[in-house]
């Protein structure tokens, strides 16, 4: 049996899409484990949390960051130059490993020398890409700049009197990393973030895989929507329209485009009871006064089942992510039966069949997600999810690319 070990910061939160496909591998009967620095759940002998000292060097290595970040445009999103982290190639899961995931391992978890530490050891490393940091000089999403299909440098990010080219200088070390082994395999969850990886400087010479992520539709599944809103205390008789992020103002979520298209539907006639319900976000008082709707903060909800029934509540799930790669809360919603609009950009068309599952705006059109929004309540749209999206089609997809990385080496 082959043995699989993921290596994540964390299990909850972004971890979630680590954690899912960790458990389909299981049912599979692929003897599959996690690696991860910080213990949001309790360890068991598939998962284990990394001890005190892994912390304190993640904790050294954000003081760094933040002096590295200190003038970058937070408009352009998140930027890591993986300064610190922990060699982990001797712990137990690492060794017994057959095939070794890599997701998302910064926040001071692993450095670019300890994932050369994992590549000596001559196993396949794959990087599932959770979003472009392994295909650029550091940022997380790159937007409209294409600089990492030849080489970063003059990032738009950090402004000109920078002393350091900190883009160029992690550029030029994953480029000799990733040159030195053979044994470094790359996934990408959504058909865009494939074509990056492809045309990417970095990896247009590596094996660039597309497999999407896994929603667990034994728990992500319709139930009836007034027993949903009744537990949720919320109004059976009202048009509820849903959004979730962990960060409302994160350059990437879009929330200004969803503001404008919330502003232009409170003109049409028959929106009096129309309401918005957020979640992954606490009470914020200026969005609420900003809003032209009732609105109702759910916070941060850290059990999945809460999750499905705020899908399973509202009417239509909005998702307006100027820059995203294939987001969970989309198939979570679609998974729930509940259709999705947003964007025309990165996965979510791979997710989105126009006008039959939801509706895909034109990119950064706050009108036509208002148009949006319209189409799927007068038309009853419902979620669902494509064939794509299958459980067994995508443990199916991670079986053949281990089957394949086997008959390359030999």
Not at 43 to 51: F, R, V
Not at 114 to 132: C, E, S, T, Y
Not at 157 to 185: C, Q, T
Not at 199 to 209: A, G, N, P, W
């Amino acid at each position: 049996m082959i043995k699989v070990v993921h290596i994540q910061n964390s299990t909850l939160s972004a971890g979630r899409a680590m954690l899912r496909l960790h458990n389909a591998m299981l049912e599979a009967n692929i003897d599959s484990s996690i690696l991860t620095l910080i213990q949001d759940i309790n360890d068991t002998a598939e998962i284990k949390s990394l001890g005190r000292n892994a912390r304190i060097v993640a904790r050294l290595d954000y003081f760094l960051q933040s002096f590295v970040r200190r003038k970058i445009k937070k408009k352009f999103g998140m930027y890591t130059f993986p300064f610190l982290g922990t060699n982990v190639s001797h712990e137990k899961q690492i060794q017994a490993a057959d095939v070794i995931y890599l997701h998302w391992i910064q926040g001071g978890f692993l450095s670019l020398s300890n994932i050369r530490q994992l590549a000596k050891m001559g196993k396949p490393v794959i990087f599932f890409m959770h979003d472009m940091w392994s295909i650029t000089g550091g940022c997380h999403h790159s937007f409209t700049c294409e600089k990492y299909k030849t080489k970063c440098f003059d990032c738009q990010m950090f402004p000109k009197e920078n002393v350091i080219d900190w883009p160029a200088l992690e550029f030029r070390k994953k480029k000799k990393l990733f040159s030195d082994f053979k044994n470094l395999y790359f996934v990408a969850p959504s058909k865009w973030l494939r074509d990056c990886a492809t045309q990417s400087f970095l990896t247009k010479d590596k094996l660039v895989y597309h497999i999407p992520n896994i929603v667990d539709s034994d728990l992500f599944k319709p139930v009836d929507k007034i027993i949903a809103r009744q537990f949720l205390n919320l109004s059976v008789d009202e048009t509820i329209i849903a959004f979730g992020a962990m960060s409302i103002t994160s350059p990437y979520k879009g929330w200004m485009e969803l503001q404008k298209a919330l502003e232009i539907l409170s003109h049409d006639s028959n929106v009096e009871r129309f309401s918005i319900l957020i979640f992954g976000s606490g009470y914020n008082k200026q969005i609420e006064d900003s809003m032209p709707f009732k609105i109702r903060f759910m916070g941060f909800l850290k059990d999945e089942y809460s999750t499905s029934l705020v899908y399973n509540a509202a009417d239509v799930f909005i998702t307006p992510s100027l820059a995203d790669n294939l987001p969970t809360t989309v198939l979570e919603s679609l998974s729930c039966g509940t259709p999705v609009v947003g964007f025309d950009v990165g996965g979510i068309p791979d997710m989105i069949k126009h006008k039959w599952n939801g509706y895909l705006a034109k990119y950064g059109d706050a009108e036509d997600i208002s148009n949006g929004i319209r189409f799927c309540l007068q038309n009853n749209i419902k979620g669902q999810l494509l064939p794509d999206f299958e459980k067994g089609t995508i443990i199916k997809k991670h079986l053949e690319l281990m089957n394949t990385i086997k008959s390359v080496r030999n």
